[in-house]
């Protein structure tokens, strides 16, 4: 394996369900050390309802104060047309809308059915894709969901078809209460990758369960080369009850220069970043590698 993509989520999902509300220069300044610690796909922000999700109410503001980085493109989330209007009025790269393959966490995180959501992002992939905008989508819930439990993988198949058609380039399959072991990720990937080409997924495991890297590892095995990671392993969707962080970014990035891996991420670099960003928060971030660099 050459290459392995990572999308560092933090500041987006890493921060969407903390008490902590950071100020905007904080949140600028930790997007400004993430990249010059060397991440190249980072998530600022979403542009969902700031009363649904206050700790990113400051989305424009933040995506409007960072200024471009050779290199590096910046995502946010879209749940609708409304998002759309206001992040088109900011630098913002690239756009990522979302939905989940359960019925009842889909209507728990954006107040519609799965069926009334469809057309939605349609509108939203397309309105995008004619201002010259690249848009990934995700998948939520796809091993699990807190309120229904196994989620068929047809329900899956059926929404990553619907979003290529939409146009989106990309399809992150999202373990959102980190339910996912390795053995059903490999037989989940084996199955979904008869319909959907590996090169258009990406892996998003939260950790709750402890199997967030093995899972990414066994997504790599399985040709999956784009991960999403969070710095510090922060994390957790607020419509998700019990859901945790993300793999963390520096256990991820160890993992993968350990397999001989180019990441171009400077671990130490991105240690700093969190442990700043845990001493602002007041807690100890989750990550391991973190937990092992602060002993040293
Ligand atoms: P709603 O209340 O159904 O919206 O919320 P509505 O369309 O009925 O509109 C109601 C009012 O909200 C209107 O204002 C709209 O203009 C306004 P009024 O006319 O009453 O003054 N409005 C908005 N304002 C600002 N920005 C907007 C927006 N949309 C409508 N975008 C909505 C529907 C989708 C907005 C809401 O449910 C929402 O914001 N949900 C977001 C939930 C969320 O962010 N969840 C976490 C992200 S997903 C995740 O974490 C999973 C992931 O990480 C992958 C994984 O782990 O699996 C991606
Ligand atoms: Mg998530």
Known sequence: MDRVTIVEVGLRDGLQNEETILPVDVKREIAEDLMAAGVKELEITSFVHPRWIP???DAAELACSLSPVEGVTTRALIPNRKGLERALATPVDEFAVFLSASETHNRKNVNKSVADTLPVLREVVEEATTRGKRVRGYVSTVFGCPYEGEVPLPRTASICGELLDMGVYEISLGD?????TPVQVREFLKALTKEIPAGCLAGHFHDTRGTALVNAYVALEMGVTTLDSAFGGLGGCPYAPGASGN??????????EGMGVETGVDLDALCRVSEKVGRRMG???PSKVLASWTAT
């Open 55 to 57: 700790p990113l109410a």
């Open 176 to 180: 959102t209460i980190g339910v996912a």
């Open 247 to 256: 793999v963390a970014t520096e256990d991820l990035i160890y993992m993968l």
């Open 283 to 285: 807690k100890t971030l």
